[in-house]
Antibody
Framework: QITLKESGPTLVKPTQTLTLTCTFS??????????VGWIRQPPGKALEWLAL??????KRYSPSLKSRLTIKDTSENQVVLTMTNMDPVDTGTYYC??????????????WGQGTLVTVSS | QSALTQPRSVSGSLGQSVTISCTGT?????????VSWYQQHPGKAPKLMIY???KRPSGVPDRFSGSKSGNTASLTISGLQAEDEADYYC??????????FGGGTKLTVL
């Protein structure tokens, strides 16, 4: 059974760096074709893809946010996302999700429950 | 990489069919058969409904179907049920191991 869960601060101040952790079980990030992605959703707005880390350690970022994002695998069934220079517009729910190329290609078949991050002074 | 274009809202009566469009470009939707669709109820995480344009994950009713023509993908829900009322998002592979989501569509079941 695949599960993912996001954790991190609920409130960050503008200009601070956000660090979120995705703790997962039921799969290994070292299995060929597997990836873990981060997707966010401002209140009342659309989903926005942020980053993906793949089984071979390749990392990809949204072009519009690339300079602010870092994704890494801790090798302990956790994927960490950091986002620098936080701004109130970054307020929203942040999700991590599982991807398996050999099952559902370029889609996210399992999602965490999401964690709400508010950026405010 | 711009967000895919979806209608902000669609509606349909119980038992009827509705189609939600998702328009991209020749660099994403038009270039690959890797469009997926997600259903999101208020306060919940998105749920994968369709992948690879027209494939359903196990457990998704066959009332949900997907298609693609050129740069536009579509999600059709037939035999609308009250529980289908939700937000729907499309997503496409955009090359270079990246993906892009659509702006979302709110489905109202009348």
């Amino acid at each position: 059974q695949i599960t993912l869960k996001e954790s991190g601060p609920t409130l960050v101040k503008p200009t601070q760096t956000l660090t979120l952790t995705c703790t997962f079980s039921g799969f290994s990030l070292s299995t060929s074709g597997v990836g873990v992605g981060w997707i966010r959703q401002p209140p009342g707005k659309a989903l926005e893809w942020l980053a993906l880390i793949y089984w071979d350690a390749d990392k990809r970022y949204s072009p519009s946010l690339k300079s602010r994002l870092t994704i890494k695998d801790t090798s302990e069934n956790q994927v960490v996302l950091t986002m620098t220079n936080m701004d109130p517009v970054d307020t929203g729910t942040y999700y991590c999700a599982h991807r398996d190329y050999y099952n559902s290609r370029w889609s996210f078949d399992y999602w965490g429950q999401g964690t709400l991050v508010t950026v405010s002074s | 990489q711009s967000a895919l274009t979806q209608p902000r809202s669609v509606s349909g009566s119980l038992g009827q069919s509705v189609t939600i469009s998702c328009t991209g470009t020749s660099s994403d939707v038009g270039a690959y058969n890797y469009v997926s669709w997600y259903q999101q109820h208020p306060g919940k995480a998105p749920k994968l409904m369709i992948y690879d344009v027209n494939k359903r994950p196990s457990g998704v009713p066959d009332r949900f179907s997907g298609s693609k023509s050129g740069n536009t993908a579509s999600l059709t829900i037939s035999g609308l049920q009250a529980e289908d009322e939700a937000d729907y998002y499309c997503c496409s592979y955009a090359g270079s191991y990246t993906v892009v989501f659509g702006g979302g569509t709110k489905l109202t079941v009348l």
